[in-house]
Structures are given as structure tokens and as C-alpha cells.
């Protein structure tokens, strides 16, 4: 099988990818790997082949520090503008490194891993590393630096971010998606 395997964030995104690549190269499986260009080294020592996809992650964390621990409004201002730079990066790599694959495994920051899936017709599967970005009444939007215990409320909290995230996302994909021939997204997140 010929597995793309498609990448963006941090060592703690990349890392447990780099671990699956070598499973799958044990088996005898062919992979293809999208990383950060940080990663190009780790990536080729697994043996699978390497893809630079975005920018250089530590650069990208240096530049955007004060956003990220600013709190919800320059926070949501980062992931817009992330995204869109993201994925243009991710739509001009994405496609092209499905072409051949049986299946692809998308990980971390991924918007056009799905996209890539559909227009060659193979399984798509993405890997959520931390329940901290899986909607829950149990606790707020990881993006919300706050713990809540009141159920309802995180509910509540994690419908609304999930609005803002599609909004701020939704134009970039499908954007994107529209050149490749494909529907708009329904849900961007």
C-alpha cells in the first residue's frame, strides 16, 4: 500500500507521524511524507520519502508568540491568517503528493489532507493527538484560556467557536477546493 502521510505543527505533531511512517515502511508499505521543512532530516532518516509543506514551524511560533498567549481575539487574527497562508501551502502540495497513494493520514494544523483524499477517490484518516480540541461539555474551546465547569456553558462555548473557526477558515478552503473541481466544504472544522 502507498500511504501519504501529511503533516504540519510541532515536534509533538510530527514526531508521532515519523513513528507511524517507520511502521508502515516495516510492513513494506511505500510512504510518502509532508512536513515543515524543519523536519526534512527526521523525515528522510525514517526512509520514506520527504515533502516540504508549509514554512519553518519555529520561525513561524517565534513571529506569532504574543498572538497566540494574547487570548481569544489575536488569537482567532493568527488562525485566520495561518490558515490561509496554510492553506495555500497545503493545496499546492497536498494533491499532487496523494497522486498514487491508497490512502492518506493527515495530523496536526492539516486543511487540505481531505481535500487532497476526495479528488484521487482514497480513505482519508486524520489523527487528533490531545482531547483538548475535541468538543466537550467537559471542558472549554482549547483556544479559550479559561476552565469552566458549568456543562452547558462549554457546550455552548464550543458551538460558538466552532462558528467562528468555520468562518474564519471556510473562505481560504473553499478557495482552494474550487480550483481543484471540487463542492464547498459544509464544515470547515
Known amino acids: 500500500m502507498r500511504v501519504l502521510i501529511a503533516v504540519e505543527g510541532t515536534r509533538g505533531d510530527v514526531y508521532p507521524m515519523l513513528s507511524l511512517a517507520r511502521t508502515l515502511l516495516a510492513a513494506g508499505h511505500a510512504v510518502r511524507l509532508c512536513a515543515p521543512p524543519d523536519f526534512a532530516h527526521e523525515v528522510r532518516a525514517t526512509g520514506a520519502s520527504f515533502r516540504s509543506l508549509g514554512t519553518p514551524v519555529r520561525a513561524f511560533l517565534e513571529e506569532t508568540a504574543a498572538a497566540v498567549h494574547g487570548g481569544a481575539v489575536p488569537m482567532l487574527r493568527e488562525i485566520a491568517r ?26 496536526g494544523t492539516i486543511l487540505a489532507g481531505a481535500s487532497a483524499a476526495e479528488l484521487h477517490g482514497v480513505p482519508y ?65
Do not use: K
Not at 467537559?138 to 462549554?154: A, D, F, G, K, Y
Not at 473557526?165 to 477546493?177: K, P, V
Open 82 to 107: 495561518f490558515g490561509d497562508l496554510s492553506a495555500a501551502s497545503q493545496f499546492r502540495v497536498l494533491p499532487e503528493a496523494a497522486a498514487g497513494c491508497d490512502a492518506v493520514i493527515g495530523a
Open 125 to 189: 484518516t486524520a489523527v487528533i493527538y490531545t482531547p483538548a480540541v475535541v468538543p466537550s461539555a467537559e471542558h472549554t474551546p482549547c483556544i479559550l484560556p479559561v476552565q469552566i465547569r458549568t456543562r452547558w456553558i462549554n457546550r455552548g462555548l464550543w458551538r460558538a467557536a466552532a462558528m467562528a473557526l468555520h468562518a474564519t477558515l471556510r473562505r481560504a478552503l473553499d478557495r482552494e477546493r474550487r480550483a481543484l473541481g471540487l463542492a464547498p466544504v459544509r464544515d470547515a472544522v
